[in-house]
């Protein structure tokens, strides 16, 4: 929930992509306009981080009551669980540019077909094609 939030916010200053009448899939174009995505929504991620720690910092404080130092924890605790969220996705727009850098990004790593500009515009760190996506998820419901 918190990555389609995180991709819904980095996508939105974007314009979508125009993809010219003759123009072959994955560009150096098309591969900018991705790397520029993706490097908006990492900085923007790395930010958010900084941003959290100095928050802690600030409002590390030892409350006498019990209900106060439970609730700070609480707060701090749930800033940490989507942090780790972030770190994560951090990781995956990394392992995204680097397959832009290998001209492989774009294009399904279970059957090598084209993802497509739309979903890859809506999910940058997608890595599976729409129905390879829903054949994963379906086997994934079927083990529990």
């Known amino acids: 929930m918190a990555e389609a939030n995180a991709t819904q916010a980095s996508t939105a200053e974007f314009e979508p992509y125009h993809q010219g009448k003759d123009e072959d899939y994955m560009s150096p174009e098309q591969e900018a306009h991705f790397r520029e995505i993706l490097l908006a929504w990492r900085t923007s991620l790395m930010e958010e981080v900084d941003r959290t720690v100095h928050h802690m910092q ?10 106060d130092r439970a609730t700070q924890e609480s707060e701090f605790s749930l800033e940490l669980r989507t942090r780790d969220r972030e770190r994560k996705l951090i990781k995956k727009i990394d392992e995204a540019l680097g ?35 829903t054949l994963d998820e379906i086997r994934e419901r079927q083990r529990g």
Do not use: Q
């Not at 492989?104 to 729409?130: D, K, M, N, S």
């Open 58 to 67: 600030d409002e590390a404080t030892n409350f006498p009551d019990p209900n």
């Open 99 to 133: 397959r832009i850098d290998d001209h492989e990004y774009g294009f399904c790593e279970a059957c090598g077909v084209e993802i497509g500009i739309r979903r890859l515009e809506a999910r940058p760190t997608a890595t599976l094609c729409i129905d390879c996506k």
